[in-house]
């Protein structure tokens, strides 16, 4: 059975970087396109980021460009989104996610979520 897992969230103050990671097991990561979405407390998931099979790269909302990367480690198994100059804004529950393209939803495998808490 797949399973993903992040890992990597926390408090941090406004300004600062997280890196989370996303590691996946029982299935290839590197076959999948890979989505980050975040659940801001009493907002709907939105979608961050998509970085496909080929690593492309498509930004969702406008707030995130510039700030935000994404990229994977085939022989780990494993992805990564680093955020940098947070935002109090930014502050939500992170999901990665295996799709079969970033086009679309067809979604096979979700993470558990990590918190990002943005704060002085």
């Known amino acids: 059975q797949g399973q993903l897992v992040e890992s990597g969230g926390g408090l941090v103050q406004p300004g600062g970087s997280l890196r989370l990671s996303c590691a996946a097991s029982?299935?290839?990561?590197?076959?999948?396109?890979i989505g980050w979405f975040r659940q801001a407390p009493g907002k709907e998931r939105e979608g961050v980021l998509c970085i496909s099979t080929g690593n492309d790269i498509t930004y969702y909302p406008d707030s995130v460009k510039g700030r935000f990367t994404v990229w994977r480690h085939n022989a780990w198994n494993t992805a990564y989104l680093q955020i940098n100059s947070l935002i109090p804004e930014d502050t939500a529950v992170y999901y990665c996610a295996a799709k079969r393209s970033c086009i679309g939803n067809d979604i096979p495998y979700w993470g558990q979520g990590t918190q990002v808490t943005v704060s002085s």
């Open positions: 029982g299935f290839t990561l590197g076959t999948y396109a």
